[in-house]
């Protein structure tokens, strides 16, 4: 069937949706202070991908000040999940945004649960890679910790980052497993060094080529 019937707007979303599709995309899930956000930065840097932390794009709307922000600030300084649509309409956004320079897309901190990962696929397209960063959660704590001296992250406290830990184990790892039964898992040690873990990362990527 044309498009011709279709109005020219139409259209417009139409093509963006399909330039998203064949968009290269890995999804970066691991625990709070797992080092997702340090190993997309030098991603960025050596492959010019678009790094989208859903965090970040949640923390943004926090800055405005928007009544949205408002509701959202709530969530997550108690350390849970904001609702999947929410999320899932700020990435697709943000991704659209960059369709025409992008290389690939890094989908930092999302999906949080298995639920979550459908949504996208359905709404947006397949991950061709999920990077696993792991670290042990005493690991995890201490660096959340030390980071929390300057984030002025306002879940960077011990109380929510207890509970940041608990919903991750609850129900983040039920998405690796989810996406292990598709070989498209590559586990990260982050406990090395930022250059050792790196050095790993880097093959994972280089596979997609
Ligand atoms: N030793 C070591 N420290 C790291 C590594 N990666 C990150 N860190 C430190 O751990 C802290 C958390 O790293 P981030 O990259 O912000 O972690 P994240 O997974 O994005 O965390 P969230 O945004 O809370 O999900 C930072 O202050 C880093 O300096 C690593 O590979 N090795
Ligand atoms: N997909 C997402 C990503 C973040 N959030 C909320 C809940 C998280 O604790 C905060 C901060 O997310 P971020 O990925 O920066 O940090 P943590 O992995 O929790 O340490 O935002 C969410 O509800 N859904
Ligand atoms: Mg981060």
Not at 17 to 26: E, G, N, R, Y
């Amino acid at each position: 069937m044309g498009l011709g019937c279709l109005s020219k707007s139409a259209v417009a979303v139409l093509k963006t949706d399909d330039k998203l599709k064949d968009a290269k995309i890995v999804f970066v899930v691991g625990g709070p202070g797992s080092g997702k956000g340090t190993q997309c930065e030098k991603i960025v840097a050596k492959y010019g991908y678009t790094h989208l932390s859903s965090g970040d794009l949640l923390r943004a709307e926090v800055a405005s000040g928007s009544e949205r922000g408002k509701q959202l600030q709530a969530i997550m300084q108690k350390g849970e999940l904001v609702p999947l649509d929410t999320v899932l309409d700020m990435i697709k956004e943000a991704m659209i945004a960059k369709a025409d320079v992008s290389k690939g897309y890094l989908i930092d901190g999302y999906p949080r649960e298995v639920k979550q990962g459908e949504e996208f696929e359905k709404k947006i397209g397949a991950p061709a890679l999920l990077l696993y960063v792991d670290a042990k959660a005493e690991t995890m704590v201490k660096r959340l910790m030390k980071r929390g001296e300057t984030s002025g992250r306002a879940d960077d406290n011990e109380e929510t980052i207890k509970k940041r830990l608990d919903l991750y184990y609850k129900a983040t790892e039920p998405v690796i497993a989810y996406y292990e039964k598709r070989g498209i898992v590559r586990k990260i040690n982050s406990e090395l060094p930022v250059d050792e873990v790196f050095a790993i990362v880097e093959k994972a990527i280089d596979e997609l080529k």
